[in-house]
């Protein structure tokens, strides 16, 4: 069984932390998922910098840029996450854009990850039509799940082909705006949330965009099976470096 579906089976709500790899310095990969891991996090989606990351808000752009200029690449991430499982065992995500991985080679990329541990990816601009027809197979003989977003906008039709195409669960995103860029949700948002749990689907939904303090993350996770949170992490880091990485999970899910 793929770490995610195994850990997806716990009673709890999931809390998932988004960092960027080579970000706040370049050899800082490995050692950030440990403390994560150490710290109680449940799953960690390490995102592959690029020069123009469409779905990113200014925080997670600017730790993008610092790390391709730190000297971050496909190859040198690899690199860095050879070995990670003799330390690390939660499930491990990659998320990125499809361009980088088209580049360095899909089927490379995904032999790749999986001789690294890698468990999933999310791939914000890869169509689930597209990867349906074209990577799917590629992705299911290297043991690794591709996780799809869904918005307030998604079709109901659209997010049913999602849940029948997804093995792990669905990336439900608050909002359709660029990440970091709410506080809080709208009785609107929560509304999305309620109307999505009430369709049942076979894949549990983990919301992104939006989550910063335990607030949020108990509004998120009221109707979904967890939370993401990436650019209040990425802020973390820039003010404390990898200092204190503790005291900022407790301070979304205090123990």
Known sequence: MNRINKKLQEAHKMLSIYFTAGYPEHEDTVSIIQDLEKNGVDFIEIGLPFSDPLADGPTI???STKALQNGMTTNKLFEQLEGVRDSVEIPL???????PILQYGVEKFCKKCAETGIDGL???DLPVDVYNEEYKQIFEENGLQNIFLITPQTSEERIRFIDSVSNGFIYMVSTASVTGSTSGFSRETRDYFKRISAMKLQNPQIVGFGISDEESFNQATEFAKGAIIGSAFIKHLNAHGKANIADFIKSIRPV
């Open 61 to 63: 752009q600017e730790s």
């Open 93 to 99: 995500v990659i998320m990125g854009y499809f361009n």
């Open 122 to 124: 999310i791939i914000p």
